[in-house]
C-alpha cells in the first residue's frame, strides 16, 4: 500500500475512489487475525461514500478526504465499545460519542475503519493479548515475531498494508517501538499537543497520542488536522542542522540495530548535517533515575487502576499486567516525589544539553523478538519487556515528542529503526527536521 499523502492524490485524479479503497480495506482486515478487535464497516462505508462523492465535486474536506485509519482500541468510537484489549470491558457500554480526536479526523473526511488490538490496558512494550490473541509482526518469516506494544495492532495494520495511518498512544514506548518492530514511521507527540479526552488512560502524566505512518508526510498531514491547520510540507536541506548521537545508547544493542543507525548517520553527515557523537547528560541520567527510583507510570497505572484491581473483575485480567499493576501498589510516596522533582530537573537540563539540536538514539536495542518464547516463560517476559522499552522510557518521562523511522533490516529481515527526539513541546520542529531525515535515507 502506498502512504496516505499518494492515496489522496490517486483520489484527486480520480484514478482510485475511496469506496473501491475501503472495501480492500475492509477484505484485508478481516484476513488478519487479532490485528483488529472490531471493524465499523457501517460506518465506514457511509463516510467512504461521502468522501468519494465529494472528491468527485472538487470539494474535499481535508487533504486526506476519504483515507481510511484505523484507531487504537483506546480511543472512544461513537458506537464502539472501548475494550483497551482488556475482557472485562466487553460488556462495557458502547461510546456515546467520538473522541475529540477521531471527530477532528472525522471531520476531515477521513473514514474510520475499526479498532485495533493492543496490549492488555495499554501496559506492556511487546504486544501479546491472551483475551484478542496477538497479531503476527508481518515481518517475522521464519517464525513469528512480536508485534511490539502496546499499539500493537496499529503497527501491524500500517505494516501489513492494510491501511496507511493508526492511531496509537504512548506512555514509555508505545507508539514507537511497535513502530521499529515493524519498519514504519511512529510520532509520539508531546503529551499536550493533542486532546487525550476520550481516550482510556494508563498514565495521566505520561500518556500521549500519535499517529503510526507510512511515510513522516503522512504524520505532519495528522498532525495539521489535529491542530486545525493545512500546510505544504517539503524536505529542507540539512546542511548545517545539528544532530546529537547519544554516545551511550550505541552500548549493548544488536550489532545491526548498531550498524544500521551508524549507516544511517553516515547518511546525514553526507547531506551536511552536523552530528555529535557524545554523551546527552541529561538522557544518561534519566536512564540512571529509572533504574534506581523506577518509573512514575507504574505509580499513575495503580492509582487508576485500584479500584479495579480490588474487585472481581480482576481475576479476569491478563496475569502479568495484573502483576505489574499490583507491584507499585506498597511503593511509598517519598519515590513518587523524587520522580516528579528529578523529572522537571531533567527536563530543564535536557533543553541545555541539546541547545537546540535533535537527539539521535536507537529507538529499541534489538529486533522483534519470537513469541513463543514469550508466551511460554515469564521470566523472559519481565526481562525482555524491560530490554524493550530502555531506550525509549526517558523521552516518556521527559515528555520528548520523538519520530521513529525505519533504519534498516538485519540479516534475518526484521526491521531496526531510529529514533530522533526533541525537548518538550518542540514537535513541529521535530517533524520538519524527520522529513528532511527521511528523504535522505536509503535503507
Known amino acids: 500500500m502506498s502512504d496516505a499523502t499518494s492515496m489522496a492524490e490517486a483520489f484527486a485524479s480520480g484514478r482510485s475512489d475511496p469506496v473501491e ?3 480492500q480495506v475492509l477484505v484485508h482486515a478481516s ?25 468527485r ?42 473522541a475529540p480526536s477521531v471527530g477532528l479526523l472525522c471531520r476531515a473526511g477521513m473514514v474510520s475503519v475499526g479498532k485495533t488490538n493492543l496490549s492488555e490496558l495499554a501496559y506492556s512494550g511487546l504486544g501479546l493479548n491472551p483475551h484478542f490473541g496477538t497479531p503476527y509482526n508481518p515481518h517475522g518469516t ?154 512514575l507510570g507504574s505509580f499513575e497505572a495503580f492509582a487508576l487502576h485500584q479500584a479495579l484491581l480490588d474487585s472481581a473483575d480482576a481475576e479476569q485480567l491478563d496475569p502479568r499486567v495484573r502483576r505489574r499493576l499490583e507491584a507499585a501498589r506498597a511503593l511509598p510516596a517519598s519515590q513518587l516525589i523524587h520522580l516528579l522533582d528529578a ?12 541547545d537546540g539540536a535533535i537527539l539521535i538514539t536507537p529507538t529499541v536495542a534489538h529486533v522483534a523478538p519470537a513469541l513463543a518464547p514469550l508466551e511460554a516463560d515469564d521470566e523472559l517476559f519481565v526481562q525482555t519487556n524491560l530490554a524493550t522499552l530502555r531506550l525509549t522510557m526517558p523521552g516518556s518521562l521527559l515528555d520528548m515528542p520523538g519520530v ?16 530522533l527526539s526533541a525537548p518538550m513541546g518542540e514537535d513541529a520542529r521535530l517533524l520538519r527536521a524527520a522529513l528532511s531525515v527521511e528523504s535522505v535515507l536509503t535503507i
Open 21 to 23: 479503497v475501503l472495501e
Open 31 to 55: 484476513m488478519a487475525p487479532s490485528v483488529f478487535i472490531g471493524l465499523s464497516a457501517e460506518r465506514a462505508r457511509r463516510e467512504a461514500e461521502a468522501a468519494a462523492a465529494r472528491w
Open 57 to 98: 465535486a472538487g470539494q474535499p474536506l481535508s487533504v486526506f478526504d476519504g483515507v481510511p485509519l484505523a484507531w487504537k482500541d483506546l480511543f472512544d468510537v461513537a458506537g464502539s465499545v472501548t475494550t483497551a484489549g482488556a475482557a472485562y470491558r466487553r460488556t462495557a457500554p458502547a461510546a456515546l460519542l467520538d
Open 142 to 295: 521464519d517464525r513469528p515475531r512480536i508485534p511490539g506494544g502496546s499499539s500493537s495492532g496499529s503497527a501491524v495494520a500500517v505494516a501489513a498494508g492494510i491501511v496507511p495511518i493508526a492511531m496509537g498512544t504512548d506512555t514509555a514506548g508505545s507508539i514507537r517501538i511497535p513502530a521499529a518492530f515493524n519498519g514504519v514511521v511512529g510520532y509520539r507527540a508531546s503529551s499536550r499537543r493533542y486532546s487525550r479526552d476520550g481516550v482510556f488512560p494508563l498514565a495521566r502524566t505520561l500518556d500521549s497520542l500519535g499517529p503510526l505512518t507510512r511515510s513522516v508526510r503522512d504524520a505532519l498531514a495528522i498532525d495539521d488536522l489535529l491542530n486545525g491547520r493545512t500546510q505544504l510540507h517539503i524536505p529542507r536541506s540539512l546542511k548545517g542542522q545539528r544532530f546529537v548521537l547519544e554516545q551511550g545508547a550505541l552500548e549493548g544493542i544488536e550489532p545491526a540495530v548498531r550498524n544500521n543507525l551508524l549507516r544511517a548517520t553516515d547518511q546525514l553527515k553526507t547531506a551536511g548535517a552536523l552530528i555529535s557523537v557524545r554523551p546527552c547528560i541529561a538522557f544518561q541520567a534519566t536512564l540512571d533515575l529509572i533504574r534506581d527510583h523506577g518509573w
Open 343 to 354: 523529572r522537571r530537573q531533567l527536563q530543564q537540563q535536557l533543553s541545555d544539553d541539546l
Open 404 to 419: 521513529t523511522l525505519p533504519s534498516g533490516r538485519d540479516a534475518q529481515g526484521l526491521p531496526t529503526g531510529l529514533l
